[in-house]
Structure formats: structure tokens, C-alpha cells
């Protein structure tokens, strides 16, 4: 395992980080070459986590703007709502075959953080769940989740509160306990081997998805699209597809849709290549090198920098990067969830939205394959409370 | 670089003092002063902080004054002007630059190797740089003959501690502890085995920090070790003052406590 997509990616790590991190690799490896391993493995995602999650053609979005038909990749259904926990099981898995029983993490949405409470519950590790602030405040249901699952939620003040200030935080924590815990990353950011093993414990969303979309259709679809926050669900979803003739598309957050002078969290629109949180990657970044505040109403995409994977498929122009702003996610959200009866995450609604757009730009009875990343229970309160403010402002 | 060798030549006698200071912090003119009073009070080499948004290395006492220097506007160039500045004073103590990777990587390289000679600067000190990710920045290193300096930590393996003992240029900067920056009560437990392997691994100098607080902690390392390293000590009692007299008058009062227990 080099670590290096390209000129993307690395180690950029205190160097108390190095042995824990050299071990992780290590284990990993060696668990990727044991039939114990992946059998607990599988055991875990077919029963705990309830995969295989099915896939849903949409009856109307798509078909009535321009005949195309949009199917979603249902990550929504599993056990906790979202994607993250395809990893939260894995990587608790990996930890306790180290030996060790101390688990940190980050959260954003709070779907990582949920899902590593319940994945340490069910195999039986400490969890201690590091929060921004605000997020926690527009995710409440999710930290009440994290606590009745016996996770200890530590809000996080610095900066801006939010998803890049608790990842800080989480790594000072295993910086200060490198031996006794593991820090159990929920994206495809971070220092290698992060992106490496967050992609292969998501990879199992690409793998069913293009089975199922051949054993429904016949055929490989016309376009994959997924959001890209930190990228996980996009390259989890991507990796099944990198070698067919099929364009893959990563929906960032546009914010407030201003473009790169507005508020926002695109660092692969509008960013440029730097070191952030032991990865070189597109970052928001100003003059100076310093990290820029991000926007998204999407908690899950509010992050200043991508997987370093992302960047360099960007370089290679191998997946094609647009964006949603708050305003799409927001309308979709509505739109899926009347018009279909599905309630996404407003991360995931960011990809439908994509969805919806290529389908207005692909001919005439094209497929595209959306991941549904999570369920959008955990926006109800500030998704319809947004929704209310901009109807407001309309009148 | 000889300014730097010769900051640790005598270390048998004397373990050499690294006083940390946040450049900017609490205000550019200002920490022309504590360096000049750090120095004068027997600090040997001065590691001056520029300031980054997200200091993953770094505890509360140095975030806080990172904090308070990139609001005040303070930029690596900033940082090789205060340099060029403390230079103009006469001071020709050695200068480290501290700082985190992204904003010297978006300052350029090779325009930072080239600024920070001109500047009078001695080398660099990159928490989230580990020499194995080094390769662009030595190669400046050697090309303007600056310090480049590695960290050893206690997890490290021998084969690990022996590479980056090599590869460090100036000192070898041996974590005294897990853990971020910070004031400490004690001394980590089995610091002295540590520092033995530490010792027989490095060729170059080797200087120890991360909760180095305290005279006491100075003069239990003194003879195991060819520097230590102070700095959220020190800042902490700069941040407790309220005037610049007061807080050149900390800085004095701590700095000579600590060099009086290098002797």
C-alpha cells in the first residue's frame, strides 16, 4: 500500500502517529488476507447492518423530465441510516483484532458518530465521539442516539464548531493515547492508510449496486453520481465502476450557490492543492496557506478539504465534479420525499439533485445510478425549518 | 546551520535552553522584545511559531496565542520579517521557524528556503512533516545550508528512530510524551529509557520538549540530553501578565530559572 493516489495523499502526521498508524496498515492487510476476518466481516453487514441494501427505481422523478430513469443505491436503509456504518463495523472489527478497545471518532452529520456507537456497543468497545458544536445543535436526535447507545459526545468549541474542528480534536485526543485507542475515522480523508481502508470497508456499496443494476437492467447504467463531502459514499459507490464505460459524477456543496466567492464547501471547484489533517489534497485555503470557514446545510459535506482520491480523479479527469447548493438540496429533499416517498439526508439530497440534473442533459432513456448515502430524519428540524425561512422570503 | 551546531557544541557542560515564542503573539513588536529578553535572560536557540488555523500538534496555551496572531494578521511573511527584524537588533542567537506545513507549502519551498537565509533564520521545525514525506524540503535544506528538524517520539521503532535521527539537520526533537503541547506537572514515566534509545540511535544533537515546565523537570534531563525545549510554559506566563514590562519581566524570571538548571 503506497498511499499516494497520484501526487495526493501521504502521511503528514506528528510523528507519535506513526507507529499506531504503521500498525493499522498492518492489521489491515493481514485481516484482508484472513477468512476469519472477512467472514465476521460479512456476517456482521448481512445481519447487524442488514445489507444487501436493495436498489429503487424512482417512478417519476426523471422519467418526467426527460424520459431518463434514476435509481438509488438504498444506504438509507441500513442499519442506522446511512452509509457510514458499512465502515463503523469494519474498522471497529480491525480494532479489536489489534487488541484495542478504546474507539474515537469524528462526526459531522452525526451518522458516522451514530454508527460507531452502535457498531462499538454491538461488538463491545468505549466510544467517545468527538462533535462541533453547532452541528450537534442542528443534529439534536443524533447526539440523543450517540448517548443512549453508551457513547460519550464531546462537543468540540474551536473554530467553527463543526465536522474539520472535531476531526482536530480527535486526533489530539490520539495523539495524547496512540497505544491504547483507535481512532476510527469515518471518511476517506486523513493520513495513510485511512483512505485506503475507509474505501475498501465502502467499496461494498459499488460492488452490490453493480451487480444488482446488471441483474435489473441488463446493462451498466449510463452515469454513477453520488455527493462528495469527504468523499466516502462517492468513492465506495465509484470503485465498482472506475474500469466500465459509465461517467461518474461527484456532487459537492455549493452553499449558498454564489460560486467560489460565496460560502460554500467545494475545494474541488474552488479550491487549490495543500496539507490538511495528514493529507495533501484540494483544500479551501486563502493567501497564506490558512483554512477557510466552510458552508454547507448539509453537516456531512461542511469540510474545507476531499479524500485525497478525489483529487486525483479530478487531475485525471476520470469522475467529473459539479455541485448542488443549499437551495437545490433543500427543494430535492422536499421533491424526493413527496414525489417518491423517500426522505433523503440533505447530504444525499445534494446527489439526487445532481441526479436530476443530468437526467435534463443525458438522452433520451438513460439510466443513472444515485447513492442515497443516508435518511433524513436527522434534518427534519433544520431542513424544514430552512424550508420555511426561504418560503418565507419568497412571499 | 553553524549558528545551530555551535548553540549545542557545549552541551556536555550546559544543556542548551529552545525558548518557543508565538510570532505576533502578543503583537509582532512585541515579540521582538521577548526574544531580545529570552535571549539575553540565557535562552540558546529561540523556535519562533507562525501561526496556522488548525495546530494539530498543539494544546490550548499555544493554540490561543496561534489564534490570537493569525486574527492580528500575521502571515509566514509576517514571520521572516520579524526575523529580519530581530536580526537588525544585533541578536544572533539561532532562530528555528515553527509552523505546520500547508501555509509554508502554499509560501512555496523553494522561495521560503531562500526568504528565511536572507531573513537570518536558522532551519525549520514542521510538526506535521515526518522525514519520510521530507524529500522536497531537505533538498532546500542543504541547498541554503538551514536546520531541518525531525521528531522522535516514545512509540517510535529503533529502525524508525535511526531514520529519522539521520535525516534531521540541526537537532533531533525528542517528544517527551504522548500528547500535544502543554505545561505538565512531571516528567513522563520511563523518560530515561527513552531517551537512552533516543541516544544511542542519533548522531546529531538531541533536544527534548512537550511539557518541559518547570526548573525541576530541566535539571533532571541535564547530562541525559543536549537540549530542552520550553515553550507553553513560557507563553503561559506571558499570557498571565497584562503589560509588555510585566511580561518582559516574565519572560526573564522563567528563562533564567531555567537556564540557571541547565548548569
Excluded at chain 1, 460554500?264 to 479551501?284: C, K, N, S
Excluded at chain 2, 539561532?94 to 507549502?105: Q, S
Excluded at chain 2, 520550553?230 to 537556564?259: D, M, N, Y
Aim: net charge negative.
Amino acid at each position: 500500500m503506497s498511499g499516494w493516489f497520484g501526487g495526493y495523499g501521504g502521511q503528514f502526521v506528528a510523528e507519535t502517529l506513526v507507529a499506531p498508524l504503521e500498525e493499522l496498515e498492518a492489521a489491515y492487510q493481514k485481516a484482508q488476507a484472513s477468512e476469519d476476518f472477512l467472514s465476521e466481516l460479512d456476517d456482521l453487514l448481512n445481519r447487524f447492518v442488514g445489507r444487501p441494501t436493495p436498489l429503487t427505481r424512482l417512478r417519476r422523478l426523471g422519467v418526467e423530465a426527460n424520459g431518463c430513469t434514476l435509481w438509488l443505491k438504498r444506504e438509507d436503509l441500513t442499519h442506522t441510516g446511512a452509509h457510514k456504518i458499512n465502515n463503523a463495523i469494519g474498522q471497529a472489527l480491525l480494532a479489536r483484532r489489534i487488541g484495542k478497545r478504546r474507539i474515537i471518532a469524528e462526526t459531522g452529520a452525526g451518522q458516522h458518530g451514530v454508527a460507531v456507537a452502535a457498531a462499538c456497543a454491538h461488538l463491545q468497545l468505549d466510544a467517545t465521539i468527538y462533535m462541533g458544536r453547532v452541528d450537534a445543535e442542528r443534529q439534536a436526535p443524533n447526539v440523543q442516539r450517540m448517548e443512549l447507545l453508551g457513547a460519550e459526545v464531546r462537543l468540540v468549541d474551536n473554530g467553527t464548531a463543526t465536522l474539520k474542528d472535531a476531526i482536530n480534536e480527535a486526533i489530539r485526543d490520539w495523539i495524547a493515547h496512540p497505544d491504547s485507542t483507535h481512532y476510527l475515522l469515518g471518511s476517506v480523508v486523513g493520513p495513510h492508510p485511512f483512505p485506503t481502508i475507509v474505501r475498501g470497508f465502502q467499496s461494498v456499496i459499488g460492488r452490490e449496486a453493480r451487480q444488482q443494476f446488471l441483474d435489473s437492467v441488463g446493462d451498466l447504467p449510463d452515469a454513477v453520481v453520488a455527493c462528495v463531502g469527504g468523499g466516502s459514499n462517492s468513492v465506495g459507490m465509484f470503485s465498482a465502476f472506475l474500469d466500465d464505460p459509465v461517467r461518474l459524477i461527484g456532487v459537492q456543496a455549493a452553499g449558498e450557490g454564489l460560486g467560489p466567492g460565496g460560502r460554500h464547501a467545494a475545494p474541488l471547484l474552488y479550491g487549490e492543492p495543500g496539507v490538511l489533517q495528514g493529507t495533501r489534497t484540494y483544500l479551501l485555503q486563502d493567501d497564506d496557506g490558512q483554512i477557510l470557514l466552510t458552508h454547507s446545510v448539509a453537516p456531512g459535506l461542511d469540510y474545507p478539504g476531499v479524500g485525497p482520491e478525489h483529487s486525483y480523479f479530478k487531475d485525471t479527469g476520470r469522475v467529473e465534479y459539479r455541485t448542488a447548493s443549499d437551495d437545490q438540496a433543500l427543494a430535492t429533499f422536499a421533491l424526493l420525499s413527496r414525489a417518491e416517498g423517500i426522505i433523503p439526508a440533505l447530504e444525499s439530497a445534494h446527489a439526487v439533485a445532481g441526479g436530476l440534473e443530468l437526467a435534463e442533459e443525458l438522452p433520451h432513456g438513460s439510466n443513472i445510478l444515485v447513492n442515497l448515502s443516508g435518511r433524513g430524519d436527522k434534518d427534519l428540524v433544520s431542513a424544514l425549518a430552512a424550508i420555511r425561512e426561504r418560503d418565507g422570503a419568497d412571499r | 546551520m553553524r549558528r545551530l551546531e555551535h548553540a549545542f557544541a557545549d552541551s556536555q557542560r550546559e544543556t542548551a535552553l529552545v525558548a518557543y515564542l508565538t510570532a505576533g503573539y502578543p503583537s509582532l513588536d512585541e515579540t521582538v522584545d521577548l526574544v531580545d529578553a529570552a535571549c539575553a535572560a540565557g535562552a540558546d536557540v529561540i523556535e519562533l511559531g507562525a501561526p496556522f488555523s488548525d495546530p494539530l500538534g498543539d494544546g490550548p496555551v499555544i493554540q490561543a496565542t496561534t489564534q490570537q496572531a493569525l486574527r492580528a494578521g500575521v502571515t509566514v511573511a509576517t514571520t521572516l520579517d520579524l526575523v529580519a527584524k530581530v536580526r537588525a537588533t544585533g541578536n544572533d542567537v539561532p532562530i528555528m521557524l515553527m509552523g505546520y506545513c500547508n501555509p509554508f507549502l502554499r509560501y512555496g519551498l523553494p522561495k521560503l528556503f531562500a526568504d528565511a537565509a536572507s531573513a537570518g533564520a536558522d532551519g525549520f521545525i514542521v510538526p506535521d512533516l515526518p522525514a519520510t514525506e521530507s524529500t522536497d524540503w531537505l533538498v532546500e535544506a542543504e541547498g541554503h545550508n538551514l536546520g531541518q528538524v525531525f521528531f522522535a517520539a516514545p512509540g517510535s521503532s529503533p529502525e524508525r528512530l535511526r531514520r529519522t535521527a539521520r535525516q534531521s539537520r540541526g537537532f533531533l526533537y525528542c517528544l517527551a510524551d504522548n500528547g500535544v503541547t502543554g505545561v505538565r506537572d512531571r516528567l513522563a514515566d520511563g523518560l530515561d529509557a527513552y531517551l537512552a534509545r533516543v541516544r544511542a540511535a542519533a548522531t546529531t544533537p538531541v533536544a527534548v520538549g512537550f511539557g518541559i515546565s518547570r526548573p525541576e523537570h530541566v535539571a533532571a534531563l541535564r547530562g541525559k540530553v543536549d537540549g530542552v525545549i520550553v515553550g507553553s510554559a513560557l507563553l503561559k506566563r506571558i499570557g498571565a501578565a497584562t503589560t509588555p514590562q510585566q511580561r518582559i519581566a516574565e519572560t526573564t524570571t522563567l528563562i533564567s530559572e531555567l537556564k540557571e538548571a541547565c548548569r
